[in-house]
């Protein structure tokens, strides 16, 4: 008993150094590391892919960008945009505004869909001192194509970090943060399913917290603290509660609430696999960190292994199938479709995966939110109802 | 030069160019509904990043879902057709030309001349400046599974300029995606000579655009670079482009706006030629289609003329030089898809305009911003606080909606518009003090 107390304190601590990174809008860990080595730099990136194993062998900090959340008040951010914009581009721009990345020596910026392409410009002109990549993912996945152009997107970047530390890239280098970074989704996806089989063990908001905090932190300390949550995880004893398992969907760039999650989760729903840090398992398998050529390993594992996406166009792989599969795979009952007030891209994909819900016969309901939202009530009731309709009819 | 139309219950002043250009849309759409007993093939595509000299090069005929959404919009069908997208569970939130197109084509794909329009056998996404362009394909390539589908991405110009390396990617994806699939589908060889000459075309009437646009220059102006603006933009940037009609509408218009310079009239607005030039400008975002005319009204009756716009520049930009050209018949389409102004990046878009309020000596600049387009909206504020900064002009900032009527509100604009009038009235009177103490 007393071992079991041990555990669930541990991890309850180690829980609470991941919230403590979500909760610092300064970015302190990335300034304190920058702070040991002069020659260190720190780039900054959007959500929601970049091949960080690039910034990584480049002796820099890649940090996720995922805006403030509810935990800011927006002052300058409204002035940047409209009220039919979604909300993450305020944070973000309230925080660059306000010094908060002040520390940051680039910012890349995802081709995901125009307003974060549109904030890159932004940036452009308010940050001319800095680094900045509008990041242009190749939407043609033939190799000699696709392939070719994503090479010199890659180049491009490597030349640009490459003025900011004069750092020349080795082979070496790369492929040794390819096979950390190989590690890294390792660990991952042993959580993700730990998750699913258990997810009484971890819950949504830790889960997410885990994931979140390897945005912020070395991706050497991030392994070790996902052995540590992986081991720690495993030993909690907590008893399964009467709860459906569904998968999250649409939540892939602005973030949603702490307490939103809390929220699906306390209105009887086990959430089973979500999208919310889709960037940390991107890459569907491990990349080859042997070769002579790691560029052209990183380009293949793309444009072949990439997780789906509303960024990406669909091509021959219709998104509902894969959404389908994910169900299965999860042993979900049903999908919600979570996604921010104004998003393009989870928006105009929602129709269609939810068309091919129903085709499968699989339960979903679906709202909007918005990163600073406070009030749960609505979401709690639908949520609840939608629960309650899996557990009694299903 | 003018004629005089009953439209309705209003009158209506129409100039040769414009019957001519309705005359062009009634055949294109007349052709297009003939489909069946004509076996050629459609192909949907958009307007920013168009081909469509490549698509006429395999005699076949294009559609533009946001022409057709635009057009329900002025006919007032748009309302019902976005209700019916969002009944199928297409969000408020997102793109109305998106949902106009999808409702329109459940409700039986009727276009702007009341005929049905065809379903594409080929779905070129031209994916150029707007993310939204991939999602609506996508979205259409469920309503017609039987078509095929052509992706073209083009690269954004994220450093401000062409990169050599995204010509030959784009090159590489028409040789490799586009021409295979135009050619599957219309059982034609690609022919590059064929392409050459329909470019040459377009370099005519781009010439021909270029020096209308231009003739603002004038005061008065004798064109309204927004309003009338769409009409002169409608050949070339649809289904006209690289044809000997389009090179004549050119002629005809040209023609029209030098009689006008000659004789120092202003635009034609619906309620004939504008008398007074009070208010030259030049504005940044689409217009709202489904309060046309009246919008246009909310200017003219002040006296207020567009001298320059940058939705003129959507479907090409043609003001620093680029023509298409047979030279390197795909290049040249590269450089034009990489040039279009949503794929430029926020700097080169601000310089774009800054040009536009020096060239064409504007009196101050307006954003029009539309709720459903973020590749437009997003980042027009600072936009405007950098042309205030840069030229300290009056700037002006309204919103609206492309085609969602519920997104027009008369009062917030007008009440917008009468301030932003006292501002330039103002400046022009302080302007007059100062010349009148000098």
């Known amino acids: 008993m007393a071992e079991q107390h041990m555990t669930t304190e541990q991890y309850t601590a180690a829980i609470e150094k991941a919230r403590a990174l979500f909760e610092d809008l300064s970015y302190s860990y990335a300034r304190e590391w920058k702070e040991q080595d002069p020659s260190r730099r720190v780039i900054g990136y959007l959500p929601i892919y970049i091949p960080r194993e690039i910034i990584h062998a480049m002796g820099m900090l890649p940090v996720g960008i995922f805006g403030a959340g509810d935990r800011m008040s927006i002052v300058k951010g409204d002035a940047f945009f409209q009220s039919y914009i979604c909300h993450i581009p305020r944070t973000v721009i309230e925080m660059a505004l306000n010094g908060n990345m002040d520390h940051f020596d680039g910012f890349l910026f995802p081709s995901i869909c125009d307003v974060i392409r549109n904030l890159s410009g932004i940036f452009r002109l308010k940050f001319e001192d800095k680094f900045i990549q509008y990041f242009d993912l190749p939407q043609n996945f033939d190799r000699k194509v696709g392939g070719t152009f994503y090479r010199r997107e890659m180049e491009r970047l490597i030349e640009g970090l490459k003025a900011l530390n004069g750092h020349e890239l080795t082979t070496e280098e790369l492929n040794a943060s390819i096979e950390i970074y190989n590690y890294n989704r390792k660990l991952v996806n042993e959580l993700a399913d730990l998750r699913s089989d258990f997810p009484h063990k971890i819950s949504a908001v830790d889960f997410y917290l885990v994931l979140r905090a390897g945005g912020t932190m070395t991706v050497e300390e991030h392994n070790e603290y996902l052995e540590e949550i992986l081991r720690l995880a495993r030993e909690v004893d907590a008893e399964p509660e009467d709860k459906i398992r569904v998968v999250i969907s649409g939540a892939f760039c602005e973030q949603p609430p702490l307490g939103l999650i809390k929220t699906i989760e306390n209105a009887g729903c086990y959430v089973v696999e979500d999208d919310m840090q889709l960037g940390m398992k991107w890459i569907k398998t491990d990349i080859p960190s042997d070769t002579d050529d790691p560029i052209s390993a990183l380009i293949e594992a793309y444009l072949d292994h990439s997780e789906f996406s509303s960024a990406v166009y669909e091509a021959d792989n219709p998104k509902g199938e894969q959404l389908k599969q994910q169900v299965i795979d999860r042993r979900a009952d049903g999908v919600l479709f979570c996604a921010p007030s104004f998003c393009d891209p989870a928006l105009l994909d929602r129709p269609l995966l939810e068309q091919a819900m129903d085709a499968n016969h699989i339960r979903h309901f679906g709202f909007q939110y918005h990163e600073n939202l406070g009030q749960f009530h609505v979401i709690k009731e639908q949520a609840g109802t939608f629960a309650d309709m899996i557990k009694l009819w299903e | 030069m003018l004629s005089r139309l009953e439209g309705g219950e209003m ?78 569970g297409y969000s408020e939130d997102i793109c109305s030309y ?341």
Not at chain 2, 13 to 32: C, G, R
Not at chain 2, 37 to 52: A, Q, R
Not at chain 2, 68 to 75: D, K, V, W, Y
């Open chain 2, 11 to 88: 009158t209506v002043q129409k100039e040769n160019s414009m019957l001519k250009q309705k005359q062009m849309l009634a055949d294109h759409f007349m052709e297009l509904s003939q489909v069946r007993e004509t076996g050629k093939k459609v192909v949907y595509t958009f307007v920013p990043g168009n081909l469509t000299e490549l698509i006429y090069s395999f005699d076949m005929l294009p559609v533009y879902p946001e022409i057709n959404a635009l057009q329900s919009g002025m006919r007032k069908k748009s309302r019902d057709y976005i209700r019916e997208a969002e009944d199928m």
């Open chain 2, 98 to 438: 998106v949902k106009c197109d999808i409702g329109m084509m459940v409700q039986g794909n009727i276009g702007p001349t009341g005929q049905q329009l065809p379903p594409p056998d080929l779905l070129l996404l031209s994916y150029t400046g707007c993310f939204v362009f991939m999602k609506w394909f996508e979205n259409l390539k469920h309503l017609y599974p039987d078509a095929e589908i052509a992706m073209l991405h083009i690269p954004y110009q994220e450093a401000g300029r062409i990169e050599p390396d995204h010509i030959e990617y784009i090159k590489e994806q028409l040789r490799t995606e586009v021409i295979p699939k135009l050619e599957k589908v219309s059982g034609v060889k690609f022919d590059e000579t064929k392409l050459g000459e329909k470019l040459d075309l377009s370099a005519k009437a781009e010439d021909l655009l270029i020096e209308i646009f231009d003739s603002a220059q004038n005061r008065p102006s004798p064109i309204d670079a927004y309003f009338g603006g769409v009409y002169y933009i409608g050949p070339i940037f649809t289904a006209f482009r690289g044809s000997p009609e389009c090179v004549d509408y050119y002629e005809e218009l040209a023609s029209e706006v030098r009689f006008r310079v000659e004789n120092k009239m202003g635009p034609i607005t619906p309620d004939g030629v504008l008398k007074e030039e009070n208010f030259r400008l030049v504005v940044e975002g689409p217009p709202n289609w489904t309060h046309f005319r009246g919008f246009w009204k909310l200017f003219y009756e002040m006296g207020a003329v567009f001298v320059g716009s940058t939705y003129t520049r959507v479907g090409g930009v043609y003001d620093d030089g680029f023509r298409h050209s047979s030279d390197d018949p795909l290049k040249s389409l590269a450089e034009y898809c990489l040039g279009c102004y949503t794929n430029r990046n926020l700097p080169q878009r601000i310089d774009l305009i800054e040009r536009f309020i020096t060239r064409y000596h504007a009196d101050g600049f307006l954003v029009n911003s539309i709720k459903s387009c973020n590749s437009f909206s997003a980042g027009q504020l600072v936009m405007m606080r950098e042309l205030e900064e840069r030229l300290q002009i009056p700037v002006g900032f309204i919103e609206t909606d492309l085609v969602d009527p519920r997104y027009y509100s008369y009062s917030n604009i007008k009440n917008r518009l009468d301030s932003f009038f006292q501002m330039l009235e103002q400046r022009q009177i302080m302007k007059r003090r100062m010349e009148a103490v000098v």
